[in-house]
């Protein structure tokens, strides 16, 4: 089994459905940088989902960037932003993003750098919008 980046989005809604459980089924760790886990703490995040990341489960790793977040990104949310500069770092294969805009320059990032990813996400598969 493989490791995953993952951003924000996907990990809410994974926590309030009660289904967070089945990505240690699917992938060895879940890797998420520092301003995934703030986005998830935050108090305007659902109360379920700030007591889950307070304590996280063991497949759950938050791992530091080592280089400063690429200025093309800055666009996206400190999530996102920070998530595909994880991904790229580790030279990561999977990232789990539901937001387009940040799925379409990991894709690209990953495309350039002559490398194949896959994004898990509603927004990445094929014929979706």
Do not use: F
């Not at 089924?25 to 879940?30: A, C, G, I, K, P």
């Not at 080592?66 to 920070?82: I, M």
């Amino acid at each position: 089994m493989q490791a995953i980046v993952a951003d924000t989005t996907p990990l809410n809604y994974l926590v309030l459905i009660q289904a967070a459980d089945i990505l240690p089924n699917l992938y060895r760790t879940v890797l998420i940088p520092p301003a995934v886990k703030a986005e998830l703490a935050h108090a305007n995040t659902p109360a379920i989902v700030r007591a889950w990341i307070s304590q996280p489960p063991q497949w759950l790793e938050v791992a530091s960037l080592k280089l400063p977040v690429d200025s093309a990104l800055a666009h996206l949310d400190a999530g996102e932003r920070e998530a595909i500069s994880l991904a790229s770092e580790l030279q990561a294969t999977l990232l789990l993003m539901d937001e387009r805009d940040g799925v379409t320059i990991a894709r690209h990032q990953w495309i350039e750098g002559g490398r194949h990813a896959r994004s898990v996400g509603p927004c990445c598969s094929p014929g979706t919008r």
